[in-house]
């Protein structure tokens, strides 16, 4: 089984907000948007990177960032997936729809960053704002003033 592969291998736990894709139809459907890691269990480079990638996502997913999922693909197991996305190394990050390569530190803040970058085209800073109903609360009741001091 594939996902017992990803935890053997101790990369991502259970409950974890990196969603294991088995296929082309995990990558292609549901969000508009996708961060996936294409990793291998044994690289040593995954191995370290999984924890800031895991941390990623959580920044990502409390963000509620619009329409977009983290992801990873394990390539061992899903080589053929691999393969239709031209990955060469370990781990590689690429932003789906738009195949844009993340080149950048393998940590979480830059990582963050850079997806928020992207993204910023598709969902404006006012959207963000849209998004949360605004809530007319009543001013608050006034008590008359005695002139003690309770």
């Not at 017992?4 to 101790?10: D, E, P, Q, R, Y």
Request: glycine share 4%; proline share 9%.
């Amino acid at each position: 089984m594939l996902s017992s592969a990803i935890f053997v291998a101790g990369l991502y736990k259970a409950g974890s907000p990196v969603k294991l894709f088995r296929n082309e139809a995990d990558l292609a459907y549901g969000a508009d948007h996708t961060v996936v890691e294409f990793f291998a269990p044994w690289c040593g480079h995954c191995q370290r990177f999984a924890p800031a990638y895991e941390s990623a996502a959580e920044q990502l997913t409390t963000e509620h960032v619009p329409s977009l999922t983290v992801a990873a693909v394990d390539c061992a197991a899903e080589p053929e997936l691999c393969g239709t996305y031209s990955v060469s190394s370990y781990p590689t990050i690429i932003l789906l729809p738009e195949k844009q390569h993340y080149d950048g530190a393998k940590e979480a803040e830059p990582l963050v960053a850079w997806v928020r970058k992207q993204l910023a085209s598709f969902y404006p800073a006012d959207a963000a704002a849209e998004a949360v109903p605004s809530v007319d609360l009543p001013p608050l009741a006034r008590r008359p003033h005695t002139g003690t001091v309770a």
